[in-house]
């Protein structure tokens, strides 16, 4: 039961005997319930239904009918909704709520008797790049505590590389899986959009927002997408697809978009650079590429992301459900307050901006323009993807700044600027760990076309197949 074993290890502990469902989920709480204090990273942990499910999935795998999750601990994003338990979405306005249904992806993974944690840290509704926005404080990093964990799903991150959980679940609205995963040395995977239902998801900006998968490696990264995908009534923009896997890697061509590499820091460039000729050692061959408008994808995405979450968000009125203000004067005093009360200053400022983009006289300027920018995202990866068959890319501009570093919210906005592209255009990413600046990770970023998240699989395991940085832990 080290902190650190992997998922063939468990399962293979499990169905063995060496230890039960009941004393792995007693493990890991013990070690949440030692380590949260510090880090921050579980908003909510359920040690009573934890240990009800590692009950039936005991009982699961004594009657011969375990699956490849039965009896695996697993912490959920704070946004999934699940049932009984609260669901607060890093906010003071849900701070309250407790769900009366689970999200689609929360639902699978019980059926295949994952053993759920708790619910861990995250920017408030989503909104943010370091945590900091949570109404629950920052998540830490377990490389450094002082420095962020990235965000928005920071405490996902935070938790699976201090070893507390094996695999979390995440969202990726415009990098939200990929910066935490690589600011924190774990892998993290965002599917094509529509790969995974958003069912259950507390929207952010849905034409955008993805489910998808936090683990130490590409393999069990693997088993939690292939255990959360797939086709959802509830959902009609979940995809009818074949499951994800994996594809061949030898004869791959990988593509270097010169606008994510141009201006790099230099420590971080050499990282990159020794993981590309890892890849290139496992048979494939790398060219240049170019994404001509990778620069127009932050103010796109902030423009597109904020309208649809000033919709999204308009339902928050303190009436049917989140935070209601005391003892209001008036309907207007209630919506005004409870509203003015439950959001913090990010979440504000998104639905200000989103309004304004979407207001008459404003709206062609605004957010007809950023949809045709789009647009012509999409199209440079359409167009890449013609002449490769995958691109490598850097995650993030730097490693893991410190908490209070970013004050400026557009420099908070600018980290984004290589992981909005593929969000905009609807494509698979993911973030392998590839090496260390300065004392703290960095990430990675593998993209594919939509739909070929064997692809990504298949590259990041070859990667990780002749490295070991997936392998290395945070002090204790
Ligand atoms: N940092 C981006 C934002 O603040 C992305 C967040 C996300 O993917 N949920 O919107």
């Given at each position: 039961?080290?902190?650190?074993?992997?998922?063939?290890?468990?399962?293979?502990?499990?169905?063995?005997?060496?230890?039960?469902?009941?004393?792995?989920?007693?493990?890991?709480?013990?070690?949440?319930?030692?380590?949260?204090?510090?880090?921050?990273?579980?908003?909510?942990?359920?040690?009573?239904?934890a240990?009800?499910?590692?009950d039936?999935?005991?009982?699961?795998?004594?009657?011969?009918?375990?699956?490849?999750?039965?009896?695996?601990?697993?912490?959920?994003?704070?946004?999934?909704?699940?049932?009984?338990?609260?669901?607060?979405?890093?906010?003071?306005?849900?701070?309250?709520?407790?769900?009366p249904?689970?999200?689609?992806?929360?639902?699978?993974?019980?059926?295949?008797?994952?053993?759920?944690?708790?619910?861990t840290?995250?920017?408030?509704?989503?909104?943010?790049?370091?945590?900091?926005?949570?109404?629950?404080?920052?998540?830490?990093?377990?490389?450094?505590?002082?420095?962020?964990?990235?965000?928005?799903?920071?405490?996902?991150?935070?938790?699976?590389?201090?070893?507390?959980?094996?695999?979390?679940?995440?969202?990726?609205?415009?990098?939200?899986?990929?910066?935490?995963?690589?600011?924190?040395?774990?892998?993290?995977?965002?599917?094509?959009?529509?790969?995974?239902?958003?069912?259950?998801?507390?929207?952010?900006?849905?034409?955008?927002?993805?489910?998808?998968?936090?683990?130490?490696?590409?393999?069990?990264?693997?088993?939690?997408?292939?255990?959360?995908?797939?086709?959802?009534?509830?959902?009609?923009?979940?995809?009818?697809r074949?499951?994800?896997?994996?594809?061949?890697?030898?004869?791959?061509?990988?593509?270097?978009?010169r606008?994510?590499?141009?201006g790099?820091?230099?420590?971080?460039?050499?990282?990159?650079?020794?993981?590309?000729?890892?890849?290139?050692?496992?048979?494939?061959?790398?060219?240049?590429?170019?994404?001509?408008?990778?620069?127009?994808?932050?103010p796109?995405?902030?423009?597109?992301?904020?309208?649809?979450?000033?919709?999204?968000?308009?339902?928050?009125?303190?009436?049917?459900?989140?935070?209601?203000?005391?003892?209001?004067?008036?309907?207007?005093?209630?919506?005004?307050?409870?509203?003015?009360?439950?959001?913090?200053?990010?979440?504000?400022?998104?639905?200000?901006?989103?309004?304004?983009?979407?207001?008459?006289?404003?709206?062609?300027?605004?957010?007809?323009?950023?949809?045709?920018?789009?647009?012509?995202?999409?199209?440079?990866?359409?167009?890449?993807?013609?002449?490769?068959?995958?691109?490598?890319?850097?995650?993030?501009?730097?490693?893991?700044?410190?908490?209070?570093?970013?004050?400026?919210?557009?420099?908070?906005?600018?980290?984004?600027?290589?992981?909005?592209?593929?969000?905009?255009?609807?494509?698979?990413a993911?973030?392998?760990?590839?090496?260390?600046?300065?004392?703290?990770?960095?990430?990675?970023?593998?993209?594919?076309?939509?739909?070929e998240?064997?692809?990504?699989?298949?590259?990041?395991?070859?990667?990780?197949?002749?490295?070991?940085?997936?392998?290395?832990?945070?002090?204790?």
């Amino acid at each position: 039961m080290a902190p650190a074993a992997n998922i063939a290890a468990l399962r293979h502990g499990l169905d063995a005997g060496d230890y039960s469902a009941r004393e792995l989920a007693q493990d890991a709480l013990g070690r949440i319930e030692a380590a949260n204090p510090q880090l921050n990273c579980f908003i909510t942990v359920t040690p009573e239904q934890a240990l009800a499910d590692a009950d039936a999935a005991d009982a699961r795998i004594a009657a011969g009918n375990a699956g490849p999750l039965t009896g695996i601990p697993i912490a959920h994003k704070d946004l999934f909704c699940t049932a009984g338990a609260p669901t607060t979405c890093g906010s003071r306005m849900l701070a309250e709520y407790v769900p009366p249904y689970d999200a689609t992806v929360v639902a699978r993974l019980h059926a295949a008797g994952a053993v759920s944690l708790g619910k861990t840290n995250m920017d408030e509704f989503a909104m943010g790049a370091s945590n900091e926005t949570s109404w629950f404080g920052p998540a830490r990093n377990p490389w450094h505590r002082q420095h962020t964990p990235g965000g928005s799903s920071g405490g996902a991150a935070s938790a699976v590389a201090a070893g507390l959980v094996p695999l979390a679940t995440g969202t990726d609205t415009g990098g939200s899986i990929r910066q935490p995963a690589a600011f924190c040395g774990v892998t993290g995977l965002k599917p094509t959009y529509g790969r995974v239902s958003r069912y259950g998801m507390v929207a952010f900006a849905s034409s955008l927002d993805q489910g998808g998968a936090f683990g130490r490696s590409v393999d069990d990264v693997e088993r939690l997408l292939q255990a959360m995908e797939g086709h959802d009534p509830q959902d009609s923009t979940s995809a009818e697809r074949p499951a994800t896997t994996r594809t061949a890697v030898a004869g791959m061509t990988l593509g270097l978009p010169r606008e994510y590499w141009n201006g790099l820091d230099a420590g971080m460039a050499q990282c990159l650079q020794a993981a590309t000729r890892e890849l290139e050692a496992a048979g494939c061959t790398v060219r240049d590429i170019s994404l001509p408008h990778t620069a127009a994808a932050v103010p796109a995405y902030y423009v597109v992301a904020s309208a649809e979450a000033s919709a999204n968000l308009a339902r928050y009125d303190g009436v049917r459900f989140g935070h209601r203000a005391e003892a209001p004067k008036s309907l207007d005093d209630l919506y005004r307050r409870s509203r003015g009360e439950g959001f913090g200053a990010e979440v504000k400022r998104r639905i200000l901006t989103g309004t304004y983009v979407l207001s008459v006289g404003y709206y062609d300027a605004y957010y007809l323009k950023a949809q045709r920018v789009r647009r012509l995202i999409r199209q440079d990866f359409l167009d890449a993807f013609g002449a490769v068959d995958a691109i490598v890319a850097p995650v993030t501009p730097s490693v893991a700044f410190e908490l209070g570093a970013v004050q400026d919210p557009v420099a908070m906005y600018r980290q984004d600027v290589f992981t909005t592209p593929a969000s905009l255009a609807g494509v698979p990413a993911m973030s392998v760990p590839c090496g260390f600046c300065d004392g703290l990770p960095t990430g990675l970023q593998l993209i594919a076309p939509h739909f070929e998240e064997g692809r990504l699989l298949a590259l990041g395991a070859a990667f990780q197949h002749r490295t070991d940085w997936h392998l290395r832990q945070p002090p204790a």
